[in-house]
Every structure is written in C-alpha cells, then in structure tokens.
C-alpha cells in the first residue's frame, strides 16, 4: 500500500489540471467540460488529496476531511471510478454528500426531542489520528457541530486484503445518549446529469440495497453491465436495516434552510442513500405508523461505552459472480426459486449458504408464510420448501448461530390466474366510463383510477392522465386489452371493441383525411376560451407545461403512443384470428391491418423519436410475424425494410438505446428484439448486458428484477416525486429480451431470475379487488403503492407477452420450476403450469419453446433419458374450439413434432374436446 498527497493546486483553475494530477498519481478519473468550481477555488486547502493504493482500488480521500473522493478499481482499465470524482470541485462545499460522511439522530437517554447531526451540513477540518495499519484516521468530532455529545472517530484500512472503513462511536458523558437514527451515506456515481449516454454507460453506476440486516449488502454496478462491480458489505454491528435517501434538513440550526445534496435529483439524478444502521428516530416521528423492511432498531450507549460499526469494499468480477464473492467472502447467501413474489399455489424454495448454521427461522406477520424443515442440498446449501399464505408483505427473519439475522422479502398474491381475472374486471367495471355528453368526447373507454379516492380521473392538468394517450393516459385500456390476449372473457371483449370501434378508432387515432392512422398525444386539453364554462377544474393550476393546449394535444409526433394502439389491434387481430365469436365489430383482417398501418405510420408521422427503442416496441416484431403468416408480403416487406433502418443505425452505435429523456430503459426491448431479429448478435448482447446492470438480483421481492425507474411519477403518478419506483413497467419490459437471451442459452441462469422477478414485479401492483398501481413507492415516507394507474399498462404489456412456465435443471438447485410447479415420477419430470397465460412452455433441458395460439396448458411431463415431452391442453370451449401449437427448439437434437398432425401458418391444429387432450412431441434426428 503507498500513500501520495497531491497538494500543488494553489494556481489550479480547471478540473482538467484536477484530472492530469490524478493521473500522473495512479488516479484515472474521467473528464467531463471544463468548469469552473461551483463552491470553492482550488487554491483552498479542501482542494487537497492524499491517493493511496490497495490491493484493489487506487484510493483518493480529501485531506481536510478524509472522505472519499476517488475509488478506482485497479481490475478496470478503462479509468472507471466508482466515486463521483469528475464532480470534486463542485462538490467541495458544505451540504456536499461523500462516503465517509455519518448522519446521526440522538437524544438524552428520558428525553423526547431528537437532534439531528451530520459531518456533510457544514464542513470542518477533521483531526488527523495515527493509528497502526490505518490508512488514514481521524477524530471526526469537530465535523459534527457544535453541542454533540459524542465522540466519534473514523479509520480507512485494509484489512485481510479488502479495505475497511470503520467509526467508533464513543459517550465520553455521564448520561446515556440514544442513537435513533444512524446513517452511513453510500455516495458513487449515479449522476448522468450532463452526460452523454455513451460517456454514462462507460462512467456511471447504479446501486441497489439489500436490505437484509446482518446479511444486507450494497451492489454498484456499471451501467454497461461490464466488470467488475462492487459489493458493499456489513463489518461487525452494523446491519443493513433501511435504505433512506438523502432528503432530510442538513442543518442543525434550522434557519440556514440547506436541504439535500446539492445536486438536483431530476431524470438524470436518483439522489444519494444512507445505509440505516439505526432508524426508530425516523420511524417514530416522520414515518410514523409506516411498515418499513425492517423493525426499526435504536441503539443505546451508556456513559463511556463505545461501539464500532463500518463496512467493507469488496470487488466481485462479474454481476454474475457476485453472489460467489458474496461466498467467498464468508456472507450468507440465500436463493430463493422461482423468487420472493409468491402466488399462493406456486411451490417455492428457498436455498441459504452459511458458515454458520441456522438456528431458527421466523416470519413476520405470523403466519404468512409457511416454511417446511431444512433439507441438505448440495454443495453446502440447505434448502427450505416457502410457500405463500396472507396476501401482503411477509419477512422470513433467519437467526444463525452466531446471533447474527438475515431477513428475506417476499410478496404473497392470489394465484396468478385470479389476479389477472380481478385486474380484468377491475378495469372494465369500476373504470369503464360512460358518458355521452363527455367534453373531449372519451366516451366510452377505460380511464385512469384515483384508488385513494375511489373514481374515474376526468381531470388531471397532466391532461394526457385523463386524455386517453401518452403512457398516463393509455395505461389502463391498455391493460385491459393485454389482459384478454391469453384470458379472454367475452364480455370484456366486448366492452374493449366498443371503446375501439368508436374512442380508440375516431379519438385517440384519427381514421379520416391525410392524418389516418396517426395516434394523438392527448384527447383532453386545456383551451378554456372554446370549451364550455366549467369544463376545467378551478382547483387545479393549469397554468403549467403539461395542460397541453388543443393544438398540442393534437399533436401526431410523439412515437411512444403508437405501440400502444398497434398492440391494441394486434390482440384483436389475435382473439378474432384463434378464436371463434369473440371479436364482432370487424374482422380479423381489419384489426391486423390497422395493427400494420399504425406500425407505418409511427414511422412517417412520428420519425424524430424512432431512433430510439419504443416501449412495447417489440409488439411490432409480432405484427410483422403475423404479416408474414398470413401472407400480406407487400406490408411486411414494407414495415420490414423500415424497420430494418431503424436497426442498421442501432448497429453503428455502441449503446445502441435511449429515449426523449438523457437516458432511459424504455426502449431496450425492442432494440433488442429487432437485434436478434435481423441478426445483430452485438447490438443484442450489448443490450441484454445493460439490462443486468439496471435489474438487480436481490432477496427482495421489491428490487428482485426491478428496472432502474425514478421519473415517472411525476408523469403519472399520483404521489409526484423524484423516487426510485419498484416495479414500474421498465421490470417487465426488460423481461421480454432476458427470457428471450435465456432460451437462447438455457446455461445462463442469471438471465431467468432476473426475468422472472420482472415479469412477476408487475403482478405485485395488483391490489386484492384489481387494482393496478403505476409502481411501487420506495422511499420511507411512503411505503405504498401508488394511488393511480397511471402508466401500468405497459407494464402489464410485458406481462401478457412474456407470462410462461420454465422447467430448469440446475446443477446445483435440481429440478425447478418458474411459472409452474415440478413433480418427478421415476426419473420422469412434470411440469404443472401456474402462470398467468398457460399459454407457453420452455423445457430449458431440451431447449424446447412451446406456444399456443389459442387453447391452454395444463401440464407437460418431460422425459430425460429420450428427450420425449407429453403435454395436455385444457378442454373445448365455445371460443376455443381449437389449439394451435407452436415448436421451436434451440438445441441441436432435432425439433420435436407430432406424428401425423395438420399445421395451419406455422402451428399444429389441435381439435379439442369435452376432456382434457394429450399429445406426444417426439424428438427427430437432424
């Protein structure tokens, strides 16, 4: 380990000397404009660093202060730094977040005020300590203000290899001090705020919380999903019990009135975070009566007693490694399969590794779920059977022998089946509108939904919320339509083909003149002067950008409203197609050419934004499948040459995705899809790769799979903030590619769980009467879903296009189910599917892709040793009275086929009847 102090700044002007310094001193940082500091000059003694070098990092602290200031990992060679150092120089002054900081909430053992304290609200020099085998220490008192009535000093060290950053806190008084709140701020660099999306995925991270107490642990990944990542892990006394961001007053004396980080959380900034050691003094008062992840803990010192808490910076190689580090670093590790979202009749597993051994296991509320006795399993693992017993919220708290406590957050839902049922008629009862003398003439439709306040939203001066367009507004007759493309109930289809026959088809898209097929950005809009006296609300400010006035309402050139539409048609298309009397308003031909003239006129009336990948955009990919099915060559050669345009450009660029805001997960989907499509295996792995980097794969049913998202609430929520959102529609959307990356390489395990976690995230919405909620709040305060559908259809999107069974052979876990439950028989393995479709099958051992058209799965059993599958489809309906079957494999055995069978565009027909019908796929030779 060396040290260096880099102290020639007195004449420095630009971040760019900054920079050349750092560099020559072992510290590659990357460069952003040239700026000058927007708080201090650099001739300022605060402008001074001390670079030390570990076995892992190239190590920056401000000598002032000893907080971070660079945390280059040695294993890039790029020049990647976890640390927000290209922003040094203007984050130099008070209020300004760093890792090394500490947020503390104290008061007098018998009294009720609390105090709040921090090193961030107003700098001051810290006192330099020598320590053995320290790289730095320090008594950090002084940066706590006055009247503190502890004493707290900091190391930086490395320890085993692996540096330490660790604070003892000490009571130097004669009365008990109690510690209601106690925060360590985890500061890397998730600031894309003047970036260019290239520049961000090479230099910016995302991080995401375990918050698992003992077990938590911090993960910071690239945004390019390329390694290696980070781990921040819990030293002795220090669990990870909340997640708060950095939101609280920074200043003792209130009338300074400094309030958060001096970066501004906007679309291009989530905010900083405290890892919550302690947090009853928050719990008590500001979130009072809140459930949180976690009981909420306070810890007590006596007179003269001390306690040492800290964390350790850990370097895993590979997003897909980390939870091998997290092994080799002696942390427990749980798995739990298919994941932490669990319907009631899926049969699940949770899969823990420890050092120690488990002593116990709880679960809170009681009896919300049901945990059988611990099975060996290999490799050292141990395995539960969990299943799911109260709807809501459930935490397993496992207690080892050493004392220490893991806990693991699952959701509890209805089956599947009956979720999706409640959603349906949810949106077609309590948010189907009928209103002939409507203003903006929205009826009849499916509007948004106040669920806080239990009516339809016809207002709302984010006039696309009650405009029937835009995300805000199509979300819910989205939903509804995504909804009966795999369980379709005639009534529900009828009232959906009312709403398209007269608001979608005359309204939203307008069929007449030179603008047929364009998609308005709203129906409603804000143009008092020609609407009638009391249109309009008086109690909302419609003196704002968002009361689009008519003209911009009518506006044809937003190209995210057209997916939306085209997958309105194309599930038309479909239930008209495979089944027999549910569609009546048009024909099937009508409905898929619709579904075609959309997808075209996206790209002529609506061109600025289709560089970029559209959300739902792969619905495009199937309508030009289907073109190609039926047999309408001259519109599919027509929108696949223009989509082919799309994809040549996505091929020359290196983060080959985007959207209107600096950079998003919108539209990565499609990117993808269209990728593989036209055979771009790069621009695909590159995407899939991202994808990773933005969904974690954490024991939490909140963050397991869950899209990096924390704008869109403002959008479209009811509770409109800057936050990150869980499960907002970004989780299932990314699904759609990573199950398709997964069937393309059944070996890459990470692949399926990230998947899974997504696709079942947008089941978690749901509330137990239908309701679906835009996403998740995640923030303390909150803890909720939120009050309005919002945008939630499209999320409900990727749900209904990607909703299937998996059956899986893991080497270490043995056979598994996703989406269905597993049984073996005398080496034989059936696979019983409880998704929400039942509509398609992977056999991941055989590489075998089964879908279905129209009809239902009610079982598959698979048989090893000749690769045989048997699966039974549902009985005859009125509807449904026939299957067609779809077999793709992706493995080099041979595709499976049914002897004898007749095929109708591509797909086995299959004549049902009164009973259950079973067939035999039988493998052949190449």
């Given at each position: 380990?060396?040290?260096?102090t880099i102290?020639?700044?007195r004449?420095?002007s630009?971040l760019?000397v900054?920079?050349?310094?750092?560099?020559m001193?072992g510290?590659?940082?990357?460069v952003m404009?040239?700026t000058?500091?927007a708080?201090?000059?650099w001739n300022?003694?605060d402008a001074q660093?001390?670079?030390?070098?570990t076995?892992d990092?190239?190590l920056s602290?401000?000598?002032t202060?000893?907080?971070?200031?660079s945390?280059?990992?040695?294993?890039?060679?790029?020049g990647f730094?976890f640390?927000?150092?290209?922003?040094?120089?203007?984050?130099l002054?008070?209020?300004a977040?760093?890792?090394?900081?500490?947020?503390?909430?104290?008061?007098a053992?018998?009294?009720e005020?609390?105090?709040d304290?921090?090193?961030?609200?107003?700098?001051?020099?810290?006192k330099p300590?020598?320590?053995?085998g320290?790289?730095a220490?320090a008594?950090?008192t002084?940066?706590?203000?006055?009247?503190?009535p502890?004493?707290?000093?900091?190391?930086?060290?490395v320890v085993a290899?692996?540096l330490?950053?660790?604070?003892?806190?000490?009571n130097?008084?004669?009365?008990a001090i109690?510690?209601g709140?106690?925060?360590l701020?985890?500061v890397f660099?998730?600031?894309?705020?003047g970036?260019?999306?290239?520049?961000?995925?090479?230099?910016?991270?995302f991080?995401?919380p375990?918050v698992?107490?003992?077990?938590?642990?911090?993960?910071v990944n690239?945004?390019n999903g390329?390694?290696p990542?980070?781990?921040?892990?819990?030293?002795?006394?220090?669990?990870?019990?909340?997640?708060?961001?950095?939101?609280?007053?920074?200043?003792?004396?209130?009338?300074?009135?400094i309030?958060n980080d001096?970066?501004?959380?906007?679309?291009?900034?989530?905010g900083f975070?405290?890892?919550?050691v302690?947090s009853?003094g928050f719990?008590?008062?500001?979130?009072?009566?809140?459930?949180q992840?976690?009981e909420?803990?306070?810890l007590?010192?006596?007179a003269?007693?001390?306690?040492?808490?800290?964390v350790?910076?850990?370097?895993?190689?590979?997003?897909?490694?980390i939870?091998?580090?997290?092994?080799?670093?002696?942390r427990?590790?749980?798995?739990?399969l298919?994941g932490?979202?669990?319907p009631?009749?899926?049969d699940?597993?949770?899969f823990?590794?420890?050092?120690?051994?488990?002593k116990?296991?709880?679960i809170f509320?009681?009896?919300?779920l049901?945990v059988?006795?611990?099975?060996r399993?290999?490799?050292?693992?141990?395995k539960?059977?969990?299943t799911?017993?109260?709807?809501?919220?459930?935490?397993?708290?496992?207690?080892y022998?050493?004392g220490?406590v893991?806990t693991v957050?699952?959701?509890v839902?209805?089956?599947?089946l009956e979720?999706?049922a409640?959603?349906?008629?949810?949106?077609?009862t309590?948010?189907?509108?009928?209103?002939p003398?409507d203003?903006?003439?929205r009826?009849?439709?499916?509007?948004g939904?106040?669920?806080?306040?239990s009516h339809i939203i016809?207002?709302d001066?984010r006039?696309?919320?009650?405009?029937?367009?835009?995300?805000g507004?199509?979300?819910s007759?989205?939903?509804?339509i995504?909804?009966?493309?795999?369980?379709?109930?005639?009534?529900e289809?009828?009232?959906?083909?009312?709403?398209?026959?007269?608001?979608?088809?005359?309204?939203?898209q307008?069929?007449?003149g030179?603008?047929?097929?364009?998609?308005?950005k709203s129906?409603?809009f804000?143009?008092?002067?020609?609407?009638?006296?009391?249109?309009?609300?008086?109690?909302l400010?419609w003196?704002?950008?968002?009361?689009?006035?008519r003209?911009?309402?009518?506006?044809?050139?937003?190209?995210?409203?057209?997916?939306?539409?085209?997958a309105?048609?194309?599930?038309?298309y479909?239930?008209?197609?495979?089944?027999?009397?549910?569609?009546?308003?048009e024909?099937?031909?009508?409905?898929l050419?619709?579904?075609a003239?959309?997808?075209k006129?996206?790209?002529?009336?609506?061109p600025?934004y289709?560089?970029?990948g559209?959300?739902e955009?792969?619905?495009?990919?199937?309508?030009?499948?289907?073109?190609?099915?039926?047999?309408?060559?001259?519109?599919?050669?027509e929108i696949?040459?223009m989509?082919?345009g799309?994809?040549?450009?996505?091929k020359?660029l290196k983060?080959p995705?985007?959207?209107?805001?600096p950079?998003?997960?919108?539209?990565?989907?499609?990117?993808y899809?269209?990728s593989?499509?036209?055979?771009?295996?790069?621009?695909?792995?590159v995407t899939r790769?991202?994808?990773?980097?933005?969904?974690p794969t954490?024991?939490?049913?909140?963050?397991?799979?869950?899209?990096?998202?924390?704008?869109?609430?403002?959008?479209?929520?009811?509770?409109s903030?800057?936050?990150?959102q869980l499960?907002?529609?970004g989780?299932?959307l990314?699904?759609?590619p990573?199950?398709d990356?997964?069937?393309?390489n059944p070996?890459?395990?990470?692949l399926l769980?990230v998947?899974?976690?997504?696709?079942?995230?947008s089941l978690?919405?749901?509330?137990s009467e239908g309701f679906?909620a835009?996403a998740?709040?995640?923030?303390?305060?909150?803890m909720?879903?939120d009050g309005m559908?919002?945008?939630?259809?499209?999320s409900?999107?990727?749900?209904a296009?990607?909703?299937?069974?998996?059956l899986?052979d893991?080497?270490?876990?043995?056979w598994?189910?996703?989406?269905?439950?597993?049984s073996q028989?005398?080496g034989v393995?059936?696979?019983?599917?409880?998704?929400?479709?039942?509509?398609?099958?992977?056999?991941?051992?055989?590489g075998?892709?089964?879908?279905?058209?129209a009809?239902k799965?009610?079982a598959?059993?698979?048989?090893?040793?000749t690769?045989?599958?048997?699966?039974?489809?549902a009985?005859?309906?009125?509807?449904?009275?026939?299957?067609?079957?779809n077999?793709?494999?992706?493995t080099?055995?041979?595709?499976?086929?049914m002897?004898?069978a007749?095929?109708?565009?591509?797909?086995?027909v299959?004549?049902?009847?009164a009973?259950?019908?079973?067939?035999e796929?039988?493998?052949k030779?190449?």
């Amino acid at each position: 380990m060396t040290r260096r102090t880099i102290s020639a700044f007195r004449r420095c002007s630009s971040l760019l000397v900054l920079a050349a310094a750092l560099t020559m001193s072992g510290v590659a940082l990357p460069v952003m404009a040239q700026t000058a500091p927007a708080v201090q000059s650099w001739n300022s003694p605060d402008a001074q660093i001390s670079v030390f070098e570990t076995p892992d990092f190239m190590l920056s602290l401000q000598e002032t202060s000893q907080t971070l200031v660079s945390l280059a990992p040695k294993a890039a060679k790029d020049g990647f730094d976890f640390a927000p150092a290209n922003r040094f120089t203007q984050r130099l002054g008070d209020g300004a977040y760093r890792i090394g900081d500490l947020d503390l909430r104290l008061r007098a053992v018998g009294s009720e005020a609390w105090s709040d304290y921090s090193t961030a609200y107003k700098r001051a020099k810290v006192k330099p300590l020598k320590v053995n085998g320290a790289l730095a220490a320090a008594d950090i008192t002084p940066s706590l203000g006055a009247g503190f009535p502890l004493k707290v000093t900091r190391t930086w060290s490395v320890v085993a290899g692996k540096l330490v950053l660790r604070y003892t806190l000490t009571n130097p008084g004669k009365t008990a001090i109690e510690i209601g709140a106690l925060g360590l701020p985890m500061v890397f660099d998730n600031i894309i705020t003047g970036r260019h999306l290239d520049d961000a995925h090479e230099t910016a991270s995302f991080y995401d919380p375990y918050v698992g107490r003992d077990a938590g642990y911090l993960q910071v990944n690239r945004l390019n999903g390329a390694g290696p990542s980070l781990l921040v892990l819990p030293e002795k006394n220090t669990p990870f019990e909340l997640y708060k961001p950095i939101l609280n007053q920074r200043n003792a004396d209130k009338s300074l009135k400094i309030y958060n980080d001096p970066e501004p959380r906007n679309m291009t900034f989530e905010g900083f975070y405290d890892w919550m050691v302690a947090s009853k003094g928050f719990a008590d008062t500001d979130w009072k009566g809140i459930q949180q992840w976690n009981e909420p803990t306070a810890l007590v010192l006596k007179a003269g007693e001390s306690r040492t808490i800290g964390v350790r910076f850990v370097l895993s190689p590979s997003i897909r490694e980390i939870e091998t580090t997290l092994m080799q670093n002696g942390r427990p590790v749980v798995v739990g399969l298919p994941g932490y979202v669990l319907p009631a009749d899926t049969d699940a597993e949770l899969f823990v590794h420890s050092a120690q051994a488990v002593k116990s296991v709880s679960i809170f509320p009681e009896g919300a779920l049901e945990v059988g006795a611990s099975q060996r399993a290999k490799d050292g693992w141990v395995k539960y059977a969990v299943t799911g017993k109260i709807d809501g919220r459930a935490r397993m708290a496992i207690t080892y022998a050493d004392g220490s406590v893991q806990t693991v957050h699952y959701l509890v839902t209805k089956p599947e089946l009956e979720v999706v049922a409640d959603m349906g008629h949810f949106l077609t009862t309590k948010q189907w509108y009928e209103n002939p003398s409507d203003p903006f003439k929205r009826s009849p439709s499916i509007m948004g939904y106040d669920r806080d306040e239990s009516h339809i939203i016809t207002q709302d001066n984010r006039v696309w919320v009650a405009g029937l367009s835009d995300e805000g507004g199509a979300g819910s007759w989205l939903a509804t339509i995504m909804k009966q493309l795999d369980n379709p109930v005639p009534e529900e289809v009828a009232k959906f083909e009312q709403f398209a026959d007269t608001t979608l088809w005359g309204q939203i898209q307008t069929p007449d003149g030179p603008d047929k097929y364009g998609v308005r950005k709203s129906v409603m809009f804000y143009d008092p002067k020609t609407m009638p006296e009391g249109t309009y609300d008086p109690k909302l400010n419609w003196n704002t950008w968002s009361a689009w006035d008519r003209e911009g309402a009518a506006d044809l050139g937003r190209s995210y409203n057209y997916p939306h539409v085209a997958a309105a048609w194309w599930t038309l298309y479909r239930l008209g197609r495979y089944h027999d009397g549910l569609t009546t308003k048009e024909t099937w031909q009508t409905y898929l050419t619709r579904a075609a003239e959309t997808t075209k006129a996206m790209m002529t009336k609506a061109p600025y934004y289709t560089q970029f990948g559209q959300m739902e955009g792969d619905v495009f990919v199937y309508i030009l499948q289907d073109l190609k099915r039926e047999g309408y060559t001259d519109e599919a050669a027509e929108i696949e040459t223009m989509m082919k345009g799309r994809a040549d450009i996505w091929k020359t660029l290196k983060y080959p995705f985007g959207s209107e805001m600096p950079w998003d997960s919108t539209g990565q989907a499609e990117v993808y899809m269209w990728s593989r499509y036209f055979g771009d295996e790069k621009a695909a792995d590159v995407t899939r790769e991202v994808i990773l980097a933005y969904d974690p794969t954490i024991p939490h049913w909140g963050y397991n799979g869950s899209a990096r998202r924390f704008w869109d609430f403002l959008y479209a929520g009811k509770q409109s903030r800057i936050e990150r959102q869980l499960h907002h529609y970004g989780s299932s959307l990314n699904a759609v590619p990573l199950f398709d990356a997964y069937r393309a390489n059944p070996s890459d395990f990470q692949l399926l769980r990230v998947a899974y976690g997504g696709l079942m995230g947008s089941l978690t919405n749901i509330d137990s009467e239908g309701f679906g909620a835009a996403a998740f709040h995640s923030f303390p305060d909150a803890m909720h879903w939120d009050g309005m559908n919002g945008d939630y259809g499209m999320s409900f999107y990727g749900h209904a296009v990607s909703a299937a069974a998996y059956l899986v052979d893991h080497p270490t876990f043995g056979w598994a189910g996703f989406g269905g439950n597993v049984s073996q028989t005398g080496g034989v393995i059936t696979l019983t599917p409880t998704d929400s479709a039942r509509a398609r099958l992977f056999i991941a051992p055989a590489g075998l892709w089964l879908t279905l058209d129209a009809g239902k799965f009610t079982a598959a059993t698979y048989y090893p040793k000749t690769g045989a599958v048997t699966v039974s489809l549902a009985p005859a309906d009125i509807h449904t009275p026939k299957a067609y079957l779809n077999v793709k494999t992706t493995t080099a055995t041979g595709k499976p086929y049914m002897a004898n069978a007749q095929t109708e565009r591509g797909a086995y027909v299959i004549q049902l009847g009164a009973n259950a019908t079973t067939i035999e796929l039988t493998p052949k030779a190449n």
